[in-house]
């Protein structure tokens, strides 16, 4: 107990003697005097109150006026050297102690050159404080906004304060003075690169959006009044370029969409007005009136940017970051609008947003510009192919006189033609998926145009295909893919129309004999068939899966559907429905050309109901070299060299997801060759043990991947990860250097295990008797101990007093619409930790539910 007493006393000695705090300080009585003389000692005064009370008197006040305050000599008694802190002092200042001045930061009245709003401290000479008398601001306001002086008062040593405020003065001065200077260096670089480049009007919109922000930033830096005395002139140029930033700003945002018509010609008009007023207004009140009204116009401008990114993001790039920039500014707009009416105190945010959201895309347009720079090498590459289809299809046009072969030319060229123009109409920026699909659309026409030569030749003979030709093993996935992919380019200006394929893990390794060329062209026409029925607006789904005929290729679309009478009859040649200009070949072409492959085609629908085509072919067995899955052995490190960051991604995601971190294997990522060389060098037993996953074609390097993997003898350790994986070339040089493949697409389908890992219990609910069976059998291997149920309620059952940590996966689909996350969500509540979602569909189709992992329908037990 006395201990307690002496600690409370020495907590209040200390208490007694502690410095003046800004709430002692804010505590105090003030008083307001006016006038020329109104530091003088008899000068008349009037009581204001307490801190909060006199800056609410202070609000719009302009011209000559006094604040006096009176320090207690427990105020500053323990400080060695005392100095006040009072904030930003607007306009011009003068301190006086005891009827002495102490300090300035310009005469009143002001006659020339003077520092504006910054920070402002005060050495107080002790002799002075001794001799008693009251601490009296001298204050020359006349800018209407704010309370002026003391949004914030402090006592303390004069180190400390000075420290304080040099700091403060130097993030308000020093720091937007090398900012501006900085970003009218980006402006003038930006504007050079793109002058001339009419396609490129939002980045000149964006240079200039840099150089006025720079300028309207170096007004408010204060390095102006270094050479011009006139605060008006300074004031109106402050608010003239702050005006020019955010219509230029404002118009970069909007884009070119013609939604945004209306929204651009509110905001050219609005900032034409009141740039008008700034400008031409006669008096400093009338100026800082135009720009206080300018400030909220720019500020519902903002709030209309925002709702109008979001309105149409899917048809902005990068809607997100857009949406993000413009809520900063809006912050410190609001900021800043709350200080103009004195709800706030503190700095102006403006300018430090602009410079932050400046930056943020500065990055995104110097990205840009390196995707143009690595494009403009690919365009001639683009352009000679073009000439040389041209000519391919001449030479057919030539040979095709006449009936059915001319009818199939005329039907077929048409859409990979389409797609090709597409692209090449924006091959001045094409990244890696629109250089795969002009190769693909290429080399589809240059196949066709031979196809068709040959068929000219000779005569159509009996065998396996329609035309004769052998049959080739297809992994049918990397067929469907580059079609579709050719589609959405074709149809991409039909905003309403959506084109999906959505690759499973059922759809991984499902191959047929075919012939390559014409199921192209099967797909590509049925595609064709179902956008033609949708109009405006619609989606397409395809999809891929095992099927108790073999494989099932489905096209569906939710079009207006075909009447049963009609349906019957589709599929004969000379028949066609809602398509006009029709002339019943595609269907025709594609049932009997499946039909000579052992395969078939049929149609359901319903009117109203949409229409499904259902093309139905042998399943094959999958190549010796095929890769069924990547099997990861604990300790081997797996590297992977790809110049595309999404495929890195994409592998660290999987490898992740089956655990590779937990069991000691090492991702290592490589984008150059030289640090792939270097790594082999220097690791000599890691290297001879890894698993590699190489890209082939590594832009602006001469190597590929499989240079790199002969020139490393690295051999069959080496997977290719490549959407070149048709060229022959390609296939060819792997198969030398025994070197197996998985096209690009399929990478994150390929199932990834790892060996000896799984748990020793598990527990299964799935309702497909044959997945039970194969879980049952690892099981075995693996010596672990495992569970299988069919229905909900069997399992639990089973799962009464078990282990609450117990592994348990469960089927997405369990047939009776009973869904397997509701399942598992029942569990999760019951207090069951492991549960892990066994689903043949796409990890980012259950992203939302992030308590729930996600694993293919393969054992855990590899």
Request: aromatic letters at 10%.
């Amino acid at each position: 107990m006395n201990a307690l007493k002496t600690t409370l006393s020495v907590l209040l000695l200390l208490a007694a003697a502690a410095p003046a705090t800004a709430a002692d300080l804010a505590e105090k009585t003030y008083y307001i005097s006016e006038g020329p003389a109104c530091e003088a000692k008899g000068a008349p005064r009037a009581e204001a109150g307490d801190l909060a009370a006199l800056k609410k008197l202070l609000v719009g006040k302009t011209g000559i006026y006094c604040v006096s305050w009176r320090l207690e000599k427990k105020d500053w008694e323990d400080l060695k050297d005392p100095a006040i802190y009072l904030g930003r002092v607007g306009d011009v200042s003068e301190l006086y102690l005891g009827g002495r001045k102490i300090g300035l930061t310009s005469q009143i009245p002001a006659l020339g050159w003077h520092l504006h709003a910054l920070h402002s401290s005060y050495y107080l000479p002790v002799s002075l404080l001794a001799a008693g008398g009251d601490l009296t601001l001298k204050v020359d306001k006349f800018f209407r906004a704010g309370s002026g002086p003391l949004d914030d008062i402090e006592l303390g040593s004069w180190d400390d304060i000075r420290r304080k405020t040099r700091w403060r003065n130097y993030l308000q001065t020093d720091l937007l003075l090398l900012l501006s200077i900085l970003f009218l260096f980006v402006g003038a670089l930006i504007l050079g690169i793109f002058r001339r480049h009419p396609q490129f009007s939002s980045y000149r919109t964006f240079s200039f959006a840099c150089v006025t922000g720079a300028l309207f930033s170096l007004s408010l830096s204060r390095v102006l009044y270094f050479f011009i005395s006139d605060y008006a002139a300074i004031y109106k140029y402050n608010c003239t370029v702050g005006a020019l930033f955010f219509y230029f700003f404002l118009t970069y945002f909007y884009g070119t969409l013609r939604s945004a018509h209306y929204f651009r010609a509110v905001n050219g008009w609005g900032t034409g007005v009141f740039l008008a007023g700034i400008l031409f207004s006669p008096t400093l009140k009338g100026t800082a009136d135009f720009y206080a009204a300018w400030l909220f116009f720019a500020y519902l401008n903002l709030l209309l940017v925002l709702g109008h990114t979001f309105y149409s993001r899917r048809d902005l790039p990068g809607y997100l970051s857009r949406a993000a920039g413009t809520a900063v500014l809006l912050a410190a707009f609001t900021h800043d609008i709350l200080v103009y009416i004195d709800l706030a105190s503190g700095a102006n945010m403006i300018p430090y947003a602009i410079f932050l959201v400046l930056f943020a895309f500065v990055f995104i347009v110097l990205t840009d510009m390196e995707q143009i720079y690595l494009a403009a090498s690919k365009t001639d590459f683009a352009v000679r192919e073009r000439n040389k289809m041209e000519e391919d299809l001449t030479r057919v046009a030539g040979i095709a006189a006449v009936g059915q072969m001319a009818a199939q030319v005329a039907h077929d060229i048409r859409s990979p033609l389409a797609a090709l123009d597409a692209s090449l109409k924006s091959a001045s920026q094409l990244p890696e998926d629109q250089r795969v699909m002009v190769r693909h659309a290429v080399n589809r026409i240059r196949d066709i145009a031979n196809n068709l030569l040959e068929k000219t030749r000779r005569r159509p003979s009996a065998g396996p295909g329609a035309s004769g030709e052998p049959l080739q093993l297809a992994l049918l996935s990397s067929l469907v893919d580059p079609v579709v992919t050719e589609k959405r380019l074709q149809f991409g200006a039909r905003a309403g129309i959506n084109i999906d394929f959505e690759l499973t893990r059922e759809s991984y390794g499902l191959f047929a004999r075919v012939q390559p060329v014409e199921l192209g062209r099967v797909i590509s026409n049925l595609v064709n068939n179902a956008v033609e029925v949708l109009g405006e607006k619609g989606s397409v789904r395809l999809g891929l899966a095992p099927g108790a005929g073999g494989v099932q290729l489905t096209v569906t679309d939710d079009g207006p559907g075909i009447p049963h009478e009609i349906l019957q009859k589709l599929g004969q040649r000379g028949e066609t429905y809602g398509k006009a200009g029709g002339y019943g070949l595609g269907l025709y072409h594609a049932r009997t050309t499946l039909e000579a492959w052992g395969g078939g085609l049929s149609l359901t629908s319903a009117p109203g109901r949409g229409t499904t085509v259902t093309v139905t072919l042998p399943r094959a067995e999958a190549p010796a070299d095929f890769v069924r899955g990547l099997a990861l052995a604990p300790g081997r490190a797996v590297v992977v060299l790809d110049d595309d960051s999404t495929i890195h991604h994409v592998w660290q995601s999987r490898f992740k997801q089956a655990g590779a971190p937990e069991r000691d294997i090492d991702i290592i990522h490589f984008i150059e060759p030289v640090r792939l060389r270097k790594w082999v060098k220097s690791n000599p037993e890691k290297a001879a043990e890894a698993l590699y996953l190489f890209d082939y074609e590594l832009i602006g390097y001469a190597e590929t991947g499989l240079s790199l993997a002969a020139e490393l003898g690295l051999g069959s350790k080496v997977i290719l990860v490549t959407s070149r994986h048709e060229e022959k070339t390609v296939a060819d040089e792997a198969r030398r250097l025994k070197v197996r493949v998985i096209p690009k697409p399929l990478a994150g389908l390929v199932p990834v295990t790892i060996k000896g890992s799984g748990p020793k219990r598990a527990v299964l609910l799935d309702d497909d008797m044959l997945v039970q069976m194969n879980w049952k059998l690892a099981a075995r291997a693996a010596g672990a101990e495992f569970s299988a149920y069919e229905t909900p309620e069997e399992l639990a059952s089973g799962l009464d007093g078990a282990a609450k940590d117990t592994p348990l996966y469960i089927d997405s689909e369990l047939g009776r619409g009973v869904r397997g996350e509701e399942v598992a969500r029942e569990l999760l509540e019951k207090g069951f930790t492991d549960l892990t979602l066994a689903t043949g569909h796409p990890p980012e189709r259950f992203a939302a539910l992030t308590w729930l992992k996600i694993a293919g329908k393969e054992p855990p037990w590899g």
